[in-house]
């Protein structure tokens, strides 16, 4: 097993693969719950959190990252010689216009 570097962070030092091993406890409580009558009742709240936390150890989250669509600008092109506005998506934000 490889362990990998651990970070420093105001003086603590923790792994990603501390944190990992951690959360998949935490799932496992989350699973194994018990209720009333010592019935097992499965926190499953509980378990999708610790499942988006490991998502996000892997980075295949980022909160940062906003859910845009690529957008194509195109203003204009040449046909024959001749000039086609198009005005496809946003204008460029360093025209200056008095409109």
């Known amino acids: 097993m490889v362990r ?45 959190k610790a499942e988006e936390l490991k998502g996000k150890l892997c980075g295949l989250y980022s909160d940062n990252e906003k859910a845009m669509p690529n957008i194509n600008v195109m203003g204009s092109v040449m046909i024959d010689g001749k000039g086609l506005e198009i005005n496809i998506g946003e204008k460029a934000k360093t025209e200056n216009t008095d409109d």
């Open 4 to 48: 990998k570097k651990k970070k420093e962070k105001d003086g603590c030092l923790y792994s990603k693969n501390e944190s990992f091993e951690n959360l998949e406890v935490v799932q496992q409580m989350a699973l194994n719950k018990k209720g009333k009558d010592d019935e097992i009742t499965p926190d499953i709240s509980i378990f999708l």
